[in-house]
């Protein structure tokens, strides 16, 4: 795995990573994204309505990361927003809550939608929250692991509670997106020198300072082809 570090920076952003979070209400969502931006944990969080987002910047491979992770509320009447939600993402955690099968039975349907609107080429993590409640999983890690194996996708249990492996697999997540565009990168670069096809760039764009658009808002169409 790659070397990275957290903190913010006054350097230059090399990339703008957009990382999804999908699943049923209630499934800890929120608090995941909490805890890994800013170590938090509200035990009085209320329901997600409509969409947010926030951003942490990290290093990896001494290349400047900005993450922008989206958080949206898992009730059907939400769903309006999916595609615009969906477009430019490069990695998803599609949780679910350990202590609640019918949330680990809608994780295909979620998968499903996730394809039907992400680039192929997105980086997905099957998260299962709340493993501090192990007590009362009624999702069996096996069954969550074969699942991912099937489907190909990362795997993790969680505990937002108490910061169990959420740092670690938000950047597993991140490290692994890296790793893919920066292989595409320099595929591209090594076509363009070759005298090859130079419209390789087009699946990568990098955002660098003094050219991010002034919103943060879904406006980053960044990195991967379609």
């Not at 006054?10 to 999804?20: A, G, H, L, T």
């Not at 069996?140 to 996708?153: G, I, M, V, Y």
């Not at 990098?206 to 406006?219: F, Q, Y």
Request: glycine share 6%.
């Amino acid at each position: 795995m790659s070397n990275f570090y957290k903190g913010d920076y006054s350097q230059k952003i090399d990339y703008v990573f957009k990382v999804v979070l999908i699943g049923d209400s209630a499934v800890g969502k929120s608090q995941l994204l909490a805890r890994f931006a800013r170590n938090e944990f509200n035990l009085d969080s209320k329901a997600t309505i409509g969409v947010e987002f926030q951003t942490k910047t990290l290093v990896i491979d001494h290349k400047t990361v900005k993450a922008q992770i989206w958080d949206t509320a898992g009730q059907e009447r939400y769903r309006a927003v999916t595609s615009a939600y969906y477009r430019g993402a490069v990695g998803a955690m599609l949780v679910y809550d350990i202590t609640k099968r019918q949330s680990f039975d809608h994780v295909a349907r979620w998968l499903q939608e996730l394809r039907g609107h992400a680039d192929k080429n997105i980086v997905i993590m099957l998260v299962g929250n709340k493993s501090d409640l192990g007590t009362l999983q009624a999702v069996p890690t096996e069954d969550a692991k074969e699942f991912a194996e099937r489907e190909n996708l990362f795997f993790m249990e969680t505990s937002a509670l108490e910061a169990t492996n959420v740092e670690t697999a938000f950047l597993s997540v991140l490290t692994e997106i890296y790793r893919i565009i920066s292989k595409k990168t320099l595929v591209a670069n090594e076509e363009v020198e070759s005298g090859g096809n130079s419209s390789l760039l087009k699946g990568t764009k990098i955002i660098v300072p003094g050219k991010e658009p002034k919103s943060e808002g879904s406006k980053y169409n960044c990195c991967l082809s379609s």
